[in-house]
């Protein structure tokens, strides 16, 4: 009988990214501790959607039923025409995810997801470690320096410090901070009680659907929360925040003003709104390689591949590859493998990364056409023609969408981990053992 070795991981960031890689690993016996430099807990922001192909790996950690209890399942996914809301297309989501893909859609509040994974990985044993910045990494040992406290030293360190990463810049040894993307982002909550109760809006909220406008260079995206009691509320527009600032409070004249020539019903619902703020929307380039070659250390998240929200999968991307390396760290017989684990989590993490990244990317020029033949012909395509490879709807492309859903981050990893024992996993330096 093997000894189950125990390896020692530390994780920079308790996002959600973070969050999940931490449970994923703690999962399997080892022991994580989690530095974090807020001096409490919790997510900014408001709704996040949570699409099957993370939903499956909640599932997995027995973590779906308290997801989904403060979770609302969207109906339909609908894209309309920002002049007069005329629904362009339409794709089912319940109960096709569930039927199509074994996993639901979900729609849930940022501090409520963030909250249950705080729960379950500090139910595992992960020592989450507030009020500590990191602000350098020892590649070799590795270890980290956190500012005002001792060296952490661990078996492997794990960079989840989202897109402003030290950890990023410490791996590429210069600075790299986060580029304009030209976008800004309203993020709004409003009562859905306000809506239940306007003649023009309550059809909104009749059925949970999750509702886009596609306009000129700008679109909404709208969807019940909180069991229904609450109307999450994302306005993307041209960013026109001064240079310094990322996130200001926003003039509510000012936002009606821009969308004052859209859907009657989406102007009324901005006229609920009471306050909000404005976030500007970043990005960082694609990079050659996310780990050390030292084999100790490897970056996940919107550290390495920030994704725009355009297709909802950022947090998704960052939980599958928690999962990829809890799958991972679970083979993992002895801690001279964590080089070629490393080797295998990004080798197959990178690519789809890469994939989604370019797909959310290219949807910001799908839904902010202006009008003219172009939009027309999108728009007629989305109304007239079934899902073809490359249809505007990304969500109902027939190709695209089981590469987004159905994607299962462990059984992918344990693919790989077989591969590797084999001694076909290209990149791997032979540290396998043939007899396991
Ligand atoms: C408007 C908008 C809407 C979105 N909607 C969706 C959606 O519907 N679905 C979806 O899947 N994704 C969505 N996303 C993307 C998603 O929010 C991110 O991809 C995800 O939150 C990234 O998680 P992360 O853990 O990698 O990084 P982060 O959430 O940024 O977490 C990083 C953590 O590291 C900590 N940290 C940073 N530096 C240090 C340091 N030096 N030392 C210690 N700790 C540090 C931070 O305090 C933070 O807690 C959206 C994004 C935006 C902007």
Redesign the pocket.
Known sequence: MLQQLQLRVGI????????AAAIGIARVGHKVTV????SALG?V?A?????PN?SRILKRWDLLDKVEAVSVRPGDFILRSYRDGKILSRQNVFPYTEEQYGAPYLHVH?ADFHRILTEEAIRLGVEIQLD????GVDFQKPSVFVKGKPEFVADVVIG????????RELLLGRQDPPHLTGDL?Y?IIVKADDMRNHAELKALVEKPCINYWMGPDSHAVCYLLQGGSLYNI?LIRPDNLPETVNKARADLQEMRDFFKGWDPRLRALLDLVQETSK?R?QNSEEMLTWSHPNGRFVL????CH??L?YL???????VEDGAVLGALFEKVQEKSQLPDLLVIYEAIRKARTTQVVKGSTSLRDIFHMHDGPQQQERDRQLSEQEPFEGFPNRWADPVFQPFLFGYDAYVEAYRAWRAYLNGRFPGTAGRFRTHL
């Open positions: 920079v960031g308790a996002g959600l990214g973070g969050l530095l974090e430099q807020a997510e922001g709704g996040i959607q949570i699409p993370s940022r500590s910045t990191v602000v989840a410090d989202g897109l402003k990463s030290v950890c982002a993020r994302v976030w929307l996940l998240g919107d550290a920030a994704t929200p909802a999968q950022g947090a998704a991307q960052a």
